[in-house]
């Protein structure tokens, strides 16, 4: 059976944060694919943070500032150039889904921050992983 975990990615910037930031949350979709994915196989919680948390340290630039399975939770600082992001991801606990926010220091540039987080989705489809890419609020 094939296993598949699925990231969530909107990028759209939450009220609370900066007008800048890449962000990802709660919508319709994680209710579909919740129902969806009831009946298929998937990775364990452990197994898919393990798999992010290694293409994140594979990113350029990234330095993982906190990462705690039991939370779900991963934080990273990534540095490109004289730009400095703050990045976190957060495993549904009861969904296929990964959020995430994006949120420049410095270097304010959004079409950066996009980059790569595709570029980490990218990554992690040879391991099962699928984009459901930018969906509408």
Do not use: C
Request: charged share 30%; proline share 5%; net charge negative.
């Amino acid at each position: 059976a094939t296993t598949e975990i699925y990231t969530l990615s909107l990028h759209d910037a939450l009220p609370i944060y900066s007008t800048q930031s890449v962000s990802s949350f709660d919508s319709p979709l994680k209710q579909q694919l919740r129902e969806e994915n009831a009946k298929k196989e998937r990775k364990s919680l452990e197994t898919a943070f393990a798999e992010l948390l290694e293409a994140i340290k594979a990113t350029p630039g990234a330095t993982i500032i906190s990462a705690d399975v039991e939370e779900r939770y991963i934080y990273a600082e990534m540095r490109e150039g004289n730009a400095v992001d703050d990045v976190e991801w957060l495993l549904s606990s009861d969904a296929p889904l990964v959020g995430y926010r994006s949120s420049p220091r410095s270097g304010n540039d959004d079409q950066r921050q996009r980059r790569r987080i595709r570029d980490i989705r990218k990554s992690l489809g040879p391991v099962g992983w699928k984009s459901v890419g930018r969906m509408p609020e």
